[in-house]
């Protein structure tokens, strides 16, 4: 009788463990494949744009950018006939095709056939950068006396050739009184090779948001009309708020998981229909947290105010890129069409350098007030709930955040160490782009900082 009862009690065990394990498998199973839209979808869009708009080639890409996590473990295919990027992994598989003036979209709930359909606006280059001088074209001013220009080059070839500062700089520009004192690059890149913004991209938003007001066609007080809020307190929220990031809507930006971040940019095709579908968590205008998803729907509602989709991809290119120089920028969009705001610009240094100068210069550039007087007030008036660290799409320098640079820096930052250091009181632009996906490898910004402002008299 006892004999029976253990092989009883064992039988229950083995199928209590069993039933675990079964029910692990299925779990993990179904959390991998949750997660392979994401696994194949960032290499397949990364790499697209990395070939067709930076010129980029597929191993230096694979090699550097593409080498972490599950990432690095995707088959990825460049097919040069069809401008497309094939990324695969276990079961799951993705794919994004590059258009011009569009840049790379992954196609995700849409007909490839569909979006090639769709083209750029046909617009001209309003100049030659090669034969304009700066701050518009490439011909550079002789270098101003007021920086000492060998401890520059020094700290370059610190950041670029020896990754003094850790982290893997790409390239870096110095800015002085409007004068372009340093500029470098690793050597596979150049002064003509675009590099991703990432979040940089949001300060792009700012200034096309500061446009529309400027034309009168929004107000930073006026509510964001989208249908779906209009029965429950999601009306309240302005544009305001959206440019603060102080929604109220709930969103987590965590980039190591399957968060509303990655699952916004890698899993669907409307980004901004994404993230306006989200409940409210905080009244609108009270609690600051960093939302990618926000100024996606900045954008859709750019896009809703000027109309006409052709006049919509011409607006940045016209009003703000080609009057400040950046005439080769690209702005892609998602595959519903609407500008990705919150990560997808690609530009030279010098274009981002420039951007720089557009708001270092309090809205001013060659000469002509592109961005309404005041604008630049009210982008570096801090949040309400940010303590002084995040204004109107732009990062703020009140609390310190670098403490060797002054409180009135702001900036412009990027994902993976992307970086525009505007400091007024030192008449200095800072651009650095690269590559710094590891926690110890993170770029030492506040040091290659301090050296920098060591360089100015």
Sequence with gaps: MQRYSRKKVSYRIFRVVLFLVVAGLAYGAYYIHSLLPIITGYPAKYLCSAVFVSGREQSEVEAMDLHFSFIRYAKNTVDLNDSSVTSSFLWGK???????????TL???????????????????????????????????KKENSADTVKLERIAEKLLDDDGYTGHAFGFMVVHKGVPVVEAYQPQFNEKTRFLSWSMAKSVTNALAGLLVKDGKWNLDQVAAIPEWQSDDRK????????????????????????????????????????????????????WYYSSGSVNVLNYLMRKT??????????????????????NAVFEVDASGTQVGSSYVYATVRDYARFGLLYLNDGKLN??????EGWVKYTTTPASDSRGGYGALFWLNQAKAFPSAPTDMYSCNGHDGQQIFIIPSKELVVVVVGYSPKPDRVMKFDELLDDVLKTIQ
């Excluded at 190591?256 to 409940?279: H, I, W």
């Excluded at 000469?367 to 309404?372: A, F, K, S, V």
């Design 367 to 372: 000469g002509e007030q592109i961005l309404p």
């Design 236 to 287: 309240k929220i302005t544009i305001n708020d959206l440019l603060q990031m102080q929604s109220g809507l709930r969103w987590n930006e965590d980039y190591g998981n399957r968060s509303d971040v990655t699952v916004m940019l890698y899993c669907e095709n409307d980004f901004a229909k994404f993230t306006y579908n989200q409940p409210m968590v905080y009244p609108a205008g009270t609690h």
């Design 107 to 141: 196609l995700r709930d849409v007909a490839e056939n569909d979006l090639r359909k769709v083209k750029f606006p046909a617009s001209e280059q309003p100049f030659n950068p090669d034969t304009t001088q700066w701050p518009l074209g490439n011909v550079m001013p």
């Design 94 to 104: 993705s794919k994004a095709i590059y258009r011009k003036g569009f840049g790379a």
């Design 306 to 327: 000027i109309g006409s989709d052709a006049d919509y991809f011409r607006f940045s290119q016209n009003r703000l890129f080609n009057k400040i120089g950046m005439t």
